[in-house]
């Protein structure tokens, strides 16, 4: 895996990805919650076929500005590039856009890890509980 990974999603803002179903405020218009998720599938979309057998990311932190409102019904995507690579952890840029033009922006930071040891190390801290 090297730098310069490139990443596009995209998607229709549906109710389900609202302001107001998501809980982030009362209006149809694509909620922040929704916009971070579609920046960070884009992002470990891009690099998911460099990953060895049994790895996947995991995100670890999200910095996003959501500059503009986008409506249900229309289309979003997002653009990332990976710009840097530090043993497992990974950082992206990435900005996000509908047919008027730039809605979002920022960087979001990845982890590669082991699914299987992950998954057991999240489950055993509540066998314990």
């Given at each position: 895996?090297?730098?310069?990974?490139?990443?596009?999603?995209?998607?229709?803002?549906?109710?389900?990805?609202?302001?107001?179903?998501?809980?982030?405020?009362?209006?149809?218009?694509?909620?922040?919650?929704?916009?971070?998720?579609?920046?960070?599938?884009?992002?470990?979309?891009?690099?998911?076929?460099?990953?060895?057998?049994?790895q996947?990311?995991?995100?670890?932190?999200?910095?996003?500005?959501?500059?503009?409102?986008?409506p249900?019904?229309?289309?979003?995507?997002?653009?990332?590039?990976?710009?840097?690579?530090?043993?497992r952890?990974?950082?992206?840029?990435?900005?996000?856009?509908?047919?008027?033009?730039?809605?979002?922006?920022?960087?979001?930071?990845?982890?590669?890890?082991?699914?299987?040891?992950?998954?057991?190390?999240?489950?055993?801290?509540?066998?314990?509980?």
């Amino acid at each position: 895996m090297e730098t310069g990974i490139k990443g596009k999603t995209e998607m229709t803002v549906t109710e389900q990805f609202s302001a107001k179903t998501l809980g982030s405020g009362t209006m149809d218009v694509l909620g922040t919650p929704g916009l971070a998720a579609l920046a960070e599938k884009c992002a470990w979309e891009s690099v998911a076929p460099f990953l060895e057998e049994g790895q996947g990311t995991v995100g670890i932190r999200l910095d996003l500005k959501h500059l503009s409102a986008t409506p249900v019904g229309k289309k979003v995507w997002c653009e990332s590039v990976l710009t840097e690579i530090a043993d497992r952890r990974l950082l992206f840029s990435f900005r996000a856009f509908d047919d008027a033009g730039l809605i979002g922006e920022g960087c979001h930071e990845r982890f590669i890890v082991d699914k299987e040891k992950f998954l057991n190390k999240s489950h055993a801290k509540y066998e314990n509980a």
